[in-house]
């Protein structure tokens, strides 16, 4: 019986070995890893957000669906508030959220501010997901980590923190990061990359 768990005990450690993250290999080159994060236009997390205020904090399982300029962000429990579900239209932003009547705008920021209270800085959020800075405003890189990547960045007026990058078999992309703008913290935690299965190359995750 105790040999039979020694080997129970030793695959265990093996699967859980085999299912680690894998490291993140250094990018030599941030220009060509810029470009290739932004041209990446189809893909899927899903993870965790947290908001932090003085007065009120919060947190929602986070599910965000891009397929090219079209998007899908799917929020879960903001709030005590279920679900709430933003996505482009053919005019623009739709917001949904149930036994409410859905709203609608040219900014996904705007909507989340009236459903939650919550200052999510959604179009930003599209480049800095993919660890790279907005192309739409100025911006300054303060640090990078040991591999090259984005450490540290201040745009918008925000503070933002990347770690815990994950290896997909694409390119390296955040696994947490952290923005702070005056007296507000927000922190997203990715648990898992996915991409679309119409290219082989593709066809990855964490």
């Known amino acids: 019986m ?8 030793i695959g265990i450690l093996v699967l859980a070995a085999g299912c680690a993250r894998q490291p993140v290999q250094p990018v030599d080159n941030w220009q060509a890893h810029e470009a290739r994060a932004a041209a990446l236009t189809h893909w899927q997390l ?8 003085p007065d009120d904090n ?15 962000i799917d929020l879960s429990g903001p709030f005590g508030q279920g679900r709430v579900i933003i996505d482009t239209t053919d005019t623009g932003v739709r917001l949904r959220q149930g036994g409410e ?11 989340v501010w009236q ?8 179009e930003p959020l599209l480049y ?3 660890g790279i800075p907005s192309p739409e405003t100025d911006y ?18 925000w503070t933002l923190h990347f770690s815990d990058y994950h290896a997909t ?17 927000l922190i997203l935690v990715i648990h898992r990359w996915t991409f679309p299965e119409a290219a082989p190359a593709e066809r990855s995750d964490t």
Do not use: C, M, Y
């Open 140 to 157: 300054r890189v303060l640090e990078r980590t040991a591999e090259g990547l984005l450490g540290t960045l201040s745009q918008n007026d």
């Open 101 to 111: 009547p859905p709203l609608e705008a040219t900014s996904a920021s705007e909507l």
């Open 128 to 130: 800095w997901v993919r």
């Open 58 to 72: 919060g947190s929602a399982r986070l599910g965000w669906r891009q397929r090219g300029d079209d998007f899908r």
């Open 169 to 185: 078999r694409l390119l390296p992309l955040p696994g947490r990061i952290v923005a702070e703008r005056d007296d507000i913290r």
């Open 2 to 9: 105790i040999r039979g768990l020694h080997v129970l005990a």
């Open 46 to 53: 899903s993870g965790k957000l947290a908001v932090r205020v």
């Open 115 to 122: 459903a939650t209270g919550w200052q999510l800085p959604v």
